[in-house]
């Protein structure tokens, strides 16, 4: 998944210049989407600014400082940032701060306002192609890696409505899912 074009898909939402990043610290993936956006500030001019989540206690006590710290917040891809979802999004959605998810069911399950995720049908057809490949006897590591170009676009208009942002056209034409 580009980080990049997600970021970049807020940014025509609003010119974000401080982002939030909500994710949890002892999850591998999540450690690594954080250090992807961190070398992003400099190409889309933003600062990065990081909220732990190890625990649902962690919520009330670290949350609430981002109040007047950032524009807006990325969650990535991470099962428990998923799992405390709703209570995560009840706090970021008090302060009216965008969001974006790298997990597109939060966008209707925990009011997430925008998912920007891959088209797993798509990425199921990358990979079963590599596999062809390696059972065909190639050594996977002569096989270049592949960027994902088929994306899903949802947006929440509760959420926007709830937190009082106008979603660009732009982004609502190019939306695969929209909740009303």
Same mark, same amino acid.
């Given at each position: =998944?580009?980080?990049?074009?997600q970021? /970049?898909?807020?940014?025509? +939402?609003?010119? *974000? %210049?401080? #982002?939030?990043?909500?994710?949890?610290?002892?999850?591998?993936?999540?450690?690594?989407?954080?250090?992807?956006?961190?070398?992003?500030?400099?190409?889309?001019?933003?600062?990065l600014?990081?909220?732990?989540?190890?625990?649902?206690?962690?919520?009330?006590?670290?949350?609430?400082?981002?109040?007047d710290?950032?524009?807006?917040?990325?969650?990535?891809?991470?099962? =428990?940032?998923?799992?405390?979802?709703? /209570?995560?999004?009840?706090? +970021?959605?008090? *302060? %009216?701060? #965008?969001?974006?998810?790298?997990?597109?069911?939060?966008?209707?399950?925990?009011?997430?306002?925008?998912?920007?995720?891959?088209?797993?049908?798509?990425?199921?057809?990358?990979?079963?192609?590599?596999?062809?490949?390696?059972?065909?006897?190639?050594?996977?590591?002569?096989?270049?890696?592949?960027?994902?170009?088929?994306?899903?676009?949802?947006?929440?208009?509760?959420?926007?409505?709830?937190?009082?942002?106008?979603?660009p056209?732009?982004?609502?034409?190019?939306?695969?899912?929209?909740?009303?």
């Open positions: =998944m580009s980080t990049i074009n970021l /970049k898909t807020l940014k025509k +939402v609003i010119d *974000y %210049k401080k #982002l939030g990043i909500i994710y949890n610290p002892k999850e591998h993936n999540s450690i690594i989407q954080r250090n992807n956006v961190k070398r992003l500030e400099n190409v889309l001019h933003f600062s600014k990081e909220y732990r989540i190890s625990q649902e206690q962690d919520i009330l006590q670290v949350l609430p400082r981002m109040k710290q950032v524009d807006a917040v990325f969650l990535p891809s991470d099962s =428990m940032i998923k799992f405390l979802g709703k /209570k995560i999004m009840e706090e +970021v959605n008090r *302060y %009216k701060i #965008l969001s974006l998810s790298s997990v597109g069911s939060m966008v209707p399950e925990d009011n997430v306002l925008l998912g920007f995720v891959p088209k797993y049908y798509e990425l199921g057809r990358i990979a079963a192609r590599k596999a062809i490949l390696i059972l065909n006897g190639k050594n996977p590591s002569d096989i270049p890696s592949s960027v994902l170009d088929h994306y899903s676009i949802s947006v929440n208009m509760k959420t926007a409505r709830k937190i009082n942002i106008q979603i056209m732009s982004i609502l034409v190019m939306a695969n899912q929209i909740v009303r």
